[in-house]
């Protein structure tokens, strides 16, 4: 079944639909609010309460345009106000990903060195690119998503795309030594 299916069945009070378009969302939003909180707990959190904001706002939403970039919104708006509490946690707790099989299965399973570096990113460069590149959203829906321009999600790519760059080539001096 579509979004488009679901979002017409759940404003008609459907809650199979809903349990649905649950099981469909679920995997893929633990692991990407995973990545954004790096916290496994706050992730399941956000999630929750981003299928409980969907469900109350999906009249809100405009049949129109995208459905992914609406609730992906929704899950790094709600991620974002996780993060903004007071939980030590969320600062400190990386989650591994040889130990989490929640982050080690499908995008991650073999790039666990790219992982490590994003997630030690900042989080106004390693959000877009988690949304960019294990997400696959445009930059225009980006910007949509977090509520910026789209030339300060360029710029956020762009920087973070560098700092990726250095972090994973080795130091050509140390090269030369060798």
């Given at each position: 079944m579509s979004p488009d299916q679901w979002i017409e069945q759940i404003r008609a009070g459907d809650q199979a639909a809903f349990r649905q378009f649950y099981?469909?969302?679920?995997?893929?939003?633990?692991?990407?609010?995973?990545?954004?909180?790096?916290?496994?707990e706050m992730a399941k959190d956000a999630v929750q309460e981003t299928f409980i904001r969907v469900y109350r706002q999906i009249n809100n939403y405009n049949p129109n345009l995208p459905f992914d970039p609406w609730f992906y919104r929704i899950l790094t708006n709600e991620c974002l106000r996780l993060l903004k509490k007071d939980s030590p946690?969320?600062?400190f707790e990386l989650p591994d990903p040889e130990t989490n099989p929640s982050l080690t299965e499908e995008s991650f399973d073999y790039l666990s060195d790219l992982y490590d570096v994003i997630q030690s990113m900042d989080d106004i460069h390693r959000i877009p690119l988690i949304l960019k590149y294990v997400k696959g959203f445009s930059e225009k829906e980006i910007a949509d998503i977090l509520g910026l321009n789209q030339n300060t999600v360029k710029s956020r790519l762009f920087i973070g795309r560098k700092k990726l760059r250095e972090q994973l080539q080795p130091d050509e001096e140390e090269e030369e030594s060798k």
């Open positions: 099981n469909a969302y679920a995997d893929a939003a633990i692991r990407t609010a995973s990545a954004i909180t790096r916290n496994r946690l969320s600062k």
